[in-house]
């Protein structure tokens, strides 16, 4: 028996095979999920080719190779969603909250973007970017409690729109980088003992750094540039490693000076703590190790 007469939110419900089973079975349907609260839900693999889900609630959905060419998704909300190897070929994602969203080896190849927010979400160099069409897309989103709704900032381009193939152009040359995210506070003496000691280990195919970013709850980025063929995951558990390292024994050598010099070191080792979290420490420490950054 058909439910033909069902809300297609409803059938989505019934899971992957239910799902696709009854796509292949009603061609001619195009499915209605506008407006929908999909969020948090399982719908990797699904088929949602030419579907109608504009401003739908899909926070938090697992949407991992599901296939959403030609779809509508005008102001839907993405945030956190996880879009990896998903197929949004020829889909509109315009005015779409795309923020924290993970879009590793996704395909945006002729997706229309324009004015969706991008705020931290995660790409690789795998995401599709052909052709895309883009007048212009947001870098941050802000809460405002007064009115219970999101303001988009930093628009870019900052004024007019992007060029045809420019947004392509613009996000290819940030693919080869490698997020080092420091919740709380970070060591920058640790820091770049870690560095050092980790292009030691790759000479001809040396890190530098990027960018620096300070994000919200005192989270710091460092944005790294790698080649595209290494291995991003190997990297960064090598970087954490030896981090961990350079942390304690530039604490241990820190309590060695001082022994007998102080009444309270572990007071004396917050203080360190501070000074060598201090990001005008590290902007020193940097001027005198040029080298490290990318031009």
């Not at 719908?43 to 599901?66: C, K």
């Not at 942390?247 to 703590?273: H, N, W």
Request: hydrophobic share 40%.
């Amino acid at each position: 028996m058909e439910l033909y007469n069902e809300p297609h939110s409803y059938l989505v419900k019934l899971g992957v095979s239910y799902w696709n089973d009854w796509r292949e079975r009603n061609p001619e349907v195009t499915p209605i999920l506008a407006g929908a609260n999909l969020n948090l839900l399982d719908l990797s693999g699904f088929n949602l080719r030419g579907a109608n889900i504009q401003g739908a609630n899909l926070f938090g959905t697992d949407l991992i190779e599901a296939d959403l060419t030609g779809a509508d998704l005008t102001k839907a909300d993405l945030t956190a969603a996880d879009l990896s190897h998903a197929n949004f070929r020829g889909a509109t994602i315009a005015n779409v909250r795309l923020i924290r969203t993970q879009a590793l080896g996704t395909s945006f190849e002729q997706a229309i973007l324009t004015g969706s927010c991008i705020e931290d979400w995660n790409i690789d160099s795998a995401t599709n970017f052909n052709d895309v069409l883009c007048d212009y897309i947001y870098l941050k989103s802000k809460y405002c409690p007064e009115n219970r709704g999101y303001s988009l900032e930093e628009r870019r381009p900052y004024n007019g729109i992007f060029e045809p193939g420019e947004f392509s152009k613009l996000f290819q040359k940030t693919l080869e980088t490698l997020d080092l995210v420091f919740r709380n506070s970070i060591d920058w003496q640790a820091f770049l003992m870690t560095f050092q000691e980790l292009n030691r280990k790759r000479v001809g195919s040396e890190l530098s750094i990027q960018a620096i970013e300070n994000k919200q709850r005192g989270t710091l980025v460092v944005r790294v540039n790698v080649r595209d063929e290494d291995n991003k995951a190997e990297i960064e558990q090598s970087f954490k490693q030896l981090y961990q390292v350079a942390l304690e024994a530039t604490e241990i050598k820190y309590l060695e000076q001082l022994e007998g010099k102080v009444d309270d070191p572990a007071r004396e080792i917050a203080s360190y703590r501070q000074r060598y979290a201090n990001l005008q420490f590290m902007i020193e420490m940097m001027a005198l190790r040029s080298e490290l950054i990318g031009e």
